[in-house]
């Protein structure tokens, strides 16, 4: 029978009731607030933009937004948000366009909280918002506001951006109902993380929506959309919004209402931003920046330059040169622990001159910017736009600087114009104008990473330019490189002979306007592509002393070390991962080791070299060793003699037989059906003896790839000391043998006295020292043998390649016996 209840137990039970009951009244309350919420939004989105609403208040959001707005300072709104959060509140697809630091990061982020909200969303519904950003910084960016206004809401947010622990973040990705990510990291969970669900998204957003639905991330983003519900709300936000019909429908848009609020403007730029461009002949840029931050110490400034690699030339050379202002650098090649802290270091100066590449073009809100130096061109409009758009953010005023090449400026300043940006033309006070190219002369001399770091920069401009699409604005034939060159402290202009060739592969591209331009831009990668092992080739001729005074014989010598360094570097690393442009994905050229010896075949194909099998018999296992591949042509008689040999040496003498296919087997005896079966299941025995061959094949497999391995190592180094010799040799002003291509042209130039039949033949020339007065056209040629060699012709003078000890030496290391 149950207990009567005490009176104590009665009132705990009506306590409970009441408690039950208060929290039920506060949920129908909530419900009622939450419905009365979306009616109002809709409501505000029917009746248009807002034009009087000025204030958070007045929006139907929830008390929980409204608080962590207050706490942020958010009081007024900006324009783009009084016309944008209305239909945003009311869950319409939207696509915002307003000027630079005009505010459309609260545009987006209140639509996701209050979207969220309205759909009661608990951690148990998963993932309910995504927020897209083309760049970790921004990503980080719009991270932190949403922290900051979202604090007095329950959602979990995370920020998934790449640099980071894959790992780490799967065991989180789950348990989040907003994320912040790049497009790449957020893939890659797509494609990795098994419990990442997006079924259940309600918003996502693309912040700098035109950038991200460019090319640059067309594929990945097909991707991702591809793993999302068409049944969600769209928020589009970009200064320079995407029209394309065509990239709209990819993210399957409802009937989105496009709100551009500048528009009718008369600048299409802030009102408190002033612009101005000054014309400078390229090797004077790096000078007139530097006087420029000289004269303005008390600045914060952002430098845009158009490589990383330009960036780290720049940002070393200045901070030895010191122009009185403290230097920083950010581009896309650094490790993310570095670019966060540079970022936040920026945040926190107030004088400051921060070097980048348009890493930092889109959205980042650094306080307080004075000056945008845009140093080199950008590519368009939009670019210019993004970029300037860094400083005169909110209400602030800020400047702006673009120097522009007597070639850039006529077109470039009348795009400007076009596009309604008001931007006047100043000019340098000459006698304020300092020169750095005699310092940086002296860096490059003093310190040879400099020198190639230049070179690297000087390589990384000039294509630049090449690769741009606007040919009314760069004009890559009318740049004065020798002189560029000399004002970046560079001995001589690194070869680009690539422009020119891909200038004329482009001439068949004439029907470009003809084609789509997703066709466009493959016919632009491909060019890229070649363009990036004619830059291979570069740095293989930078390799070679191309010394004409005794200031550039210095250079050439104190540099050649490293530089042959930098090429085992290029080498050994192949997939150095750069920026896109300057990437190396393969360094597919061979520098010519003097002796000829190498085409520029690729690893791959030097495996498929005929092969001599030689079977031995490990005496130990009684199984047959595999000597690992030796190139025939590599191996004369003798040598082979002397390999067998030290097998036989080697092996302790063992009956073997052999099998139908001439194999060398051990010896075993036979054993009659009766006491095999004996020995249990046929089937389970057949089992066991075909796994432990297996395994044993599997060995063996290994121990052969790690001998190809060696022995393509082997070559490597093998060449390397050649090369340095060659080097050392040119050094003490010896000689160094010059190779001769059999289906050569300009061979003539080497051996005036050969006839067509001699040129068949093998020619081997003594070339004089590199540091003979008269040693420049020879050191062309050699440049023209190594492009010959790297566009396939096989060399066929190869007596010097390798001596026969080498050889040998090489083949005895093979077999594990040589020291
Ligand atoms: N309603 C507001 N009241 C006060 N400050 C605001 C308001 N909205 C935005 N801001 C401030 O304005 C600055 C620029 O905002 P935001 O970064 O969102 O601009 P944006 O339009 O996204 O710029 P960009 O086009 O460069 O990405 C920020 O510092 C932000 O804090």
């Known amino acids: 029978m149950p207990k009567p209840s005490s009176k104590k137990d009665k009132q705990k039970k009506a306590e409970f009731v009441s408690a039950t009951d208060k929290r039920k009244l506060r949920r129908s309350d909530e419900t009622k607030v939450i419905e009365e919420l ?115 809401h329950k959602f979990s947010a995370g920020l998934i951006i790449g640099g980071k622990k894959v790992d780490e973040e799967k065991e989180i990705l789950g348990k989040m109902n907003i994320l912040v990510c790049t497009p790449g990291r957020l893939l890659q969970h797509m494609d990795e993380t098994a419990g990442f669900d997006c079924n259940n998204l309600q918003v996502l957003v693309l912040d700098e929506a035109d950038r991200i639905l460019d090319m640059g991330f067309k594929k990945t983003m097909n991707a991702i959309i591809a793993n999302l519900p068409r049944q969600r709300q769209t928020l589009l936000f970009s200064a320079t919004q995407t029209k394309s019909v065509k990239d709209l429908a990819r993210l399957s848009l409802e009937r989105p209402e496009y709100v551009g609020v500048h528009e009718m403007d008369k600048f299409s730029t802030p009102s408190k931003l002033s612009q101005y461009y000054m014309v400078a002949e390229l090797p ?48 896309g090649k650094q490790k993310q622990m570095r670019r966060v802290e540079i970022f936040e270091r920026f945040m926190k100066m107030t004088k400051a001159a921060l070097f980048c590449t348009d890493i930092a073009s889109r959205g980042l809100d650094f306080p307080a910017v004075d000056w945008v130096v845009q140093v080199d061109c950008p590519e368009d409009c939009d670019t210019y736009l993004h970029r300037v758009g860094r400083t005169a953010r909110y209400d602030a005023a800020g400047k702006g600087l673009l120097l522009l090449t007597p070639g850039e400026a006529p077109a470039m300043s009348k795009l400007l114009a076009g596009k309604n940006i008001p931007i006047k033309e100043i000019s340098a006070k000459s006698n304020k104008v300092m020169t750095v190219a005699k310092q940086l002369q002296h860096f490059c001399f003093q310190d040879p990473e400099i020198k190639y770091l230049g070179q690297r920069a000087f390589v990384t401009y000039v294509r630049s330019v090449f690769l741009q699409k606007n040919k009314s604005v760069f004009d890559v034939d009318s740049l004065p490189l020798d002189e560029f060159a000399e004002s970046l402290g560079l001995p001589g202009a690194p070869k680009i002979k690539f422009v020119k060739k891909a200038a004329a592969k482009n001439k068949s591209y004439e029907f470009d306007n003809l084609l789509e331009p997703e066709e466009r831009e493959g016919l632009r990668l491909e060019n890229v592509a070649e363009i990036e092992r004619e830059n291979a080739a570069i740095d293989d001729a930078e390799g070679l002393p191309q010394a004409k005074t005794r200031v550039d014989k210095m250079f050439a010598r104190k540099n050649a070390g490293v530089l042959t360094d930098h090429y085992q570097r290029l080498v050994d690393h192949v997939s150095d991962n750069d920026d896109d442009f300057i990437t190396l994905k393969r360094a597919d050229h061979a520098l010519s080791d003097g002796s000829g010896s190498e085409d520029d075949s690729s690893e791959e194909e030097e495996e498929e070299e005929p092969v001599v099998k030689v079977i031995a018999v490990n005496p130990d296992t009684g199984l047959p060793v595999v000597i690992p591949n030796i190139p025939s042509q590599e191996m004369s008689k003798r040598q082979l003699r002397k390999v067998k040999e030290k097998i036989i040496k080697n092996t302790r003498n063992t009956k073997v037989v052999f099998d139908d296919d001439g194999n060398a087997r051990s010896t075993y005896e036979l054993m009659d059906e009766e006491s095999f079966r004996k020995q249990g299941d046929v089937n389970t025995l057949v089992d066991e003896f075909q796994q432990r061959n297996r395994s044993i094949m599997e060995e063996i497999d290994v121990g052969d790839r790690e001998v190809a391995r060696q022995k393509r190592k082997e070559k490597r180094v093998a060449k390397k ?83 026969l000890e080498d050889q040998e030496k090489l083949a005895l290391r093979l077999l594990g016996g040589g020291d």
């Open 38 to 152: 979306g009616q109002r939004a809709l409501e505000l989105a029917s009746s248009g933009p807002l034009t009087g609403v000025k204030l958070f208040t007045e929006l139907p959001i929830s008390e929980s937004t409204l608080k962590g707005l207050e706490r942020s300072h958010f009081v007024e709104m900006t324009e783009i948000q009084q016309k944008a959060l209305p239909y945003a509140l009311a869950r319409r697809d939207v696509l915002g366009a307003a000027k630079t630091g005009s505010g459309k990061t609260l545009a987006f982020l209140i639509p996701v909280l209050e979207g969220l909200y309205r759909s009661r969303w608990t951690r148990f519904d998963g993932l309910g918002a995504l927020v897209i950003s083309p760049t970790r910084e921004l990503a980080m960016q719009i991270f932190e506001v949403l922290c900051k206004i979202g604090r007095y």
């Open 284 to 331: 004077q840029k790096l000078d007139i920046l530097f006087s420029f931050m000289k004269t303005h110490v008390k600045s914060k400034m952002i430098i845009f330059l158009s490589s990383g690699k330009q960036v780290r030339f720049v940002y070393e050379t200045f901070c030895k040169i010191q122009p009185g202002i403290p230097l920083l650098h950010l581009h």
């Open 721 to 803: 000391i050649r090369e340095r010799e060659e080097m050392d040799g040119n050094d003490e002003g010896g000689s160094v043998a010059v190779l001769k291509t059999s289906d050569d042209e300009d061979e003539v130039m080497y051996s005036s006295s050969d006839s067509d039949d001699e040129a068949a033949q093998p020619v081997v020339q003594k070339r004089a020292s590199a540091y003979d007065d008269d040693s420049e056209s020879e050191d062309s040629d050699v440049d023209r043998s190594h492009k010959k060699s790297r566009r396939g012709r096989v060399l066929e003078v190869d007596d010097s390649a390798m001596s």
